[in-house]
């Protein structure tokens, strides 16, 4: 690591880029560097300390520094396919869960709820002018229907006589 902390050592940026070339995590790119070289999956435990290593000193080991010279050689050649070097096992593919689809169909079937009851709020030219009232149409017809009433109908103030002269 250089003197400067805020500087990335050479090492580090080439793995950073060969991770980058075949779309994966720096983390997963460690776990198939291993698997590459080892020819077998690292324990969790022993890969979580050789990466917090690289993560807070850049310390690369020689496989992961191998690999990554390999899929940047292949890249220069114009030879690299990510799914044949084995990229496509190690992609980090994050799942719906069956709550995160409930939600958003309970979100969708709201915003039709208030799209249709945008629509059917009837504006007339007096009703931002209501006498008494607070909010707009919409908004009052919103609040009366969640208290389950109807909203009474606007009536109009009374005239006021013409000032004299």
């Known amino acids: 690591m250089s003197g400067n902390r805020y500087t990335v050592g050479e090492d580090a940026r080439t793995v950073t880029r060969a991770a980058n070339l075949l779309g994966l995590r ?3 790119f460690f776990r198939l560097a291993h698997r590459r070289w080892f020819s077998s999956d690292a324990e969790a435990a022993k890969m979580e300390k050789i990466f917090a290593r690289y993560m807070f000193h850049e310390t690369v080991p020689p496989w992961v520094r191998h690999c990554a010279r390999e899929v940047i050689n292949r890249e220069g ?21 069956k709550v995160g689809r409930l939600f958003l169909m309970i979100a969708g079937l709201l915003m039709l709820i208030v799209y249709i009851s945008i629509l059917t709020t ?27 009433e109807q909203p009474p109908p606007c009536e109009p103030a009374a005239p006021t006589p013409p000032a004299r002269q």
Not at 132 to 147: K, L, T
């Open 26 to 28: 720096e983390i997963d």
């Open 77 to 97: 050649m114009n030879m690299l396919d990510p799914v044949e070097f084995g990229a496509g096992n190690f992609r980090h593919q994050s799942k719906v869960p």
């Open 122 to 148: 009837r504006l007339d030219f007096d009703d931002t002018n209501c006498p008494g009232r607070y909010a707009g149409r919409f908004i009052e017809q919103w609040v009366y229907m969640i208290n389950g």
